[in-house]
């Protein structure tokens, strides 16, 4: 038998699912790992999936998605976020947003195309570069910047190899934001180089403290910007496994022709409760929102006054901790702490190699857990000692 392929033998096993797992095998385990709304979906919305069963819309949609569908999604973010796309050319409804990174990493790529990469990153961005042949450069991000990605050090990133750029902003795992003036210092960098950057928005709705900004906002570069965002976080419709992808029409098309040949289209019925998500789903998004906002500031105040120091996340419904005043490498940390407290967070490395010496925390999850998790934490620190 001849062997499976490279780069997936050399593929890490993602580091979110394996303390996920661990965790399900214990009792009594406080599990802040797995980033999902605790929240079921609106009712509402699941009201319009089971009507359109009902009604006998069971068969495939264009490969776009209903075009009625895409109608929403362009008008959502032309009200919330001041980006205009053509629901006809350029917007592709995919099973996910990890469609959405997969696909277009594959239409831009050439074998040996250089990616640059945000470290730390979420787990998935790495491995669809490689998959599609490119090589990933990274930017280390620091908690000293706010985990903010600064020109300068991506002028330094750029090469003649440069393909592209995947950024994650608010970001998971760190929470950070980046705003508007933020990205207005990019704009010339990235008009100058040619590069596309893959934005992945999906945390979009769940900024705290100041206005959502996006590359997509800036005209004179909006030909080079694919967004990426979905249903999941913001609308609590994980497991309805539904995205969508925002481009220029030509980098649409060449998108559209992967997914229509790897999926044909994406779920009905997830359709038809995205589309009520999206003409009456508002208010459930800030009803969440406001309760994450609540769940965030008691979490970090918590941490920090255990001698944990965390940035405060502006975004996401993440927290990243620092631990490396404990003297441990985030493993071990997570390890033990899971172990003697069962509490289950996500070791830092997991997102790449400088995320070592902090963990992720989870905030997606109700304030009596995560109030009973700081009971935990604090005892585990003070099993070893832990000197503020």
């Known amino acids: 038998m001849k062997p499976i392929s490279t780069v997936v033998e050399q593929m890490k096993p993602s580091g979110i699912r394996k303390f996920f797992d661990l965790a399900s095998t214990m009792d009594d385990v406080i599990s802040l790992g797995v980033g999902e709304p605790d929240f079921a979906t609106p009712w509402h919305i699941c009201q319009a999936a089971m009507q359109s069963l009902a009604d006998g819309k069971t068969h495939y949609t264009a490969n776009r998605g209903l075009l009625e569908l895409r109608e929403e999604i362009a008008k959502f973010h032309h009200e919330h976020y001041d980006q205009n796309y053509d629901p006809k050319t350029e ?24 990616v640059i990469v945000m ?31 600064k020109p300068e050090d991506l002028q330094a990133a750029i090469t003649d190899k440069t393909k592209a750029m995947i950024i ?27 590069i596309y950057v893959v934005s992945d928005e999906i945390y979009a709705e769940l900024s705290f403290d100041q206005k959502f900004a996006s590359l ?18 913001a609308f609590a419709m994980t ?26 289209s994406a779920p009905v019925t997830s359709q038809y409760a995205a589309i009520e998500a999206l003409k009456n789903g508002y208010p459930d998004v800030e009803m969440m929102r406001e309760e994450y906002l609540h769940r965030r500031n008691l979490l970090v105040n918590r941490l920090n006054a255990m001698g944990l120091h965390t ?16 003297g441990m490498d985030c493993e071990t940390f997570c390890n033990e702490l ?12 997991a997102f790449g190699e400088h995320g070592e010496g902090f963990i992720r925390i989870s905030y997606a999850y109700s304030l ?3 109030k009973e998790a700081c009971v935990r934490i604090q005892h585990f620190l003070e099993s070893i000692h832990y000197q503020k």
């Open 119 to 149: 470290d730390p990153n979420y787990v998935a961005y790495e491995p669809a570069v490689a998959l599609a042949g490119g090589v990933c450069v990274p930017i280390v991000l620091t908690k000293e910047n706010e985990f903010k990605l």
């Open 239 to 264: 497991g309805w496994r539904l995205g969508y992808i925002l481009a220029d029409a030509p980098v649409s098309k060449a998108i559209t022709k992967i997914h229509q040949y790897i999926i044909m």
């Open 91 to 114: 917007i592709v409804v995919t099973v996910g947003g990890s469609e959405g990174i997969d696909i277009s990493m594959r239409a831009l790529l050439n074998p040996g195309d250089e």
């Open 368 to 370: 009596n857990h995560i």
């Open 311 to 326: 940035n405060m996340p502006h975004g996401t419904f993440y927290v990243f901790a620092d631990i490396r005043k404990t």
């Open 168 to 194: 994650n902003f608010p970001s998971n795992p760190t929470g950070g934001v980046m705003t508007y003036d933020d990205y207005a210092k990019l704009v010339p960098i990235i008009k100058e180089s040619g």
């Open 216 to 233: 997509a906002q800036f005209n004179e570069v909006r030909d080079q910007i694919i967004v990426i965002n979905g249903f999941s976080k």
């Open 338 to 349: 899971l172990e003697k407290e069962h509490v289950a967070c996500i070791p830092g490395n």
